[in-house]
């Protein structure tokens, strides 16, 4: 057990409660799920540093914040301005107590913006640094590492440039051995109690990043059928919260 770690993609303050509670070593805390995750609000952060602290003064795991530095969905080539807003947002980020951050940044050919990643390593200074699944979008995943190692990043989340990780295992395995202890990959996308044994022992990744989430129907009783708030097909009346159980069981199958 000691030799894995567990990371937990919490959309909110109650989903990294039950990450905690089920055992994760940390949170990449996201708002936007549905865009792949976007900076949450300085509340949501506040108070997830909060529940996690009394968490672990109550003698439950001391799980790590991470949060997710992403001012839009789409792609990952920033201007200067949406760059500026990211480093203000991770030095609040610090402000707020976080034990790290997630970002990426790409340059329209598909290589890393080493240049944008710099200034917001930079800005990172002091804080563990993941790089997020925009290497999944990369041109070139083997040069693309050793950039990232180069360049200082702890660890990159990835699902092999595959829709999942289970789809991606081929190029995990490569990287992993690649990376030799370098850098750490985390393998995420689709993780859950049902396949991360088998993605394990196919790339002996030893960092694993999953939601774990269940769904739980709206307390609403009077909703309007005609109106929206996002795209007309979407279900607005489910929630989806990480559940305690699902961490249990999904750390479980490496035990």
Avoid: W
Avoid at 34 to 63: F, N
Avoid at 209 to 221: G, I, K, L, W, Y
Wanted: aromatic share 6%; glycine share 10%.
């Amino acid at each position: 057990m000691q030799k894995f770690q567990f990371e937990i993609c919490a959309n909110g303050v109650e989903s990294c409660m039950a990450a905690q509670l089920g055992g994760a070593d940390r949170v990449e805390l996201c708002a936007g799920i549905p865009e792949g995750g976007t900076t949450p609000s300085y509340g949501e952060i506040k108070q997830a540093r909060r529940v996690l602290d009394e968490g672990a003064a109550q003698g439950l795991k001391a799980t790590r914040l991470h949060v997710i530095i992403r001012p839009r969905g789409g792609d990952f080539l920033y201007t200067k301005l949406e760059l500026e807003r990211m480093a203000d947002d991770i030095r609040i980020c610090r402000e707020l107590g976080a034990d790290g951050v997630v970002f990426g940044c790409l340059r329209p050919d598909g290589s890393l913006d080493t240049d944008a990643n710099a200034r917001l390593l930079e800005a990172s200074k002091g804080l563990s640094v993941t790089f997020h699944r925009a290497f999944d979008r990369c041109a070139q995943p083997e040069k693309a590492l050793e950039e990232l190692i180069s360049q200082g990043f702890d660890r990159i989340l990835t699902s092999g440039q595959q829709p999942t990780a289970l789809e991606g295992v081929a190029l995990l395995k490569k990287l992993h051995e690649q990376a030799a202890g370098r850098i750490k990959i985390l393998a995420g996308c689709g993780v859950n109690e049902r396949n991360i044994r088998q993605i394990q022992e196919a790339t002996g990744v030893t960092e694993f990043h999953f939601s774990a989430r269940e769904p739980q129907r709206s307390q609403m009783v009077f909703t309007n059928p005609d109106v929206y708030m996002g795209a007309k097909d979407a279900d607005e009346d489910t929630i989806l919260v990480t559940t305690a159980e699902r961490v249990r069981a999904t750390i479980a199958q490496l035990r």
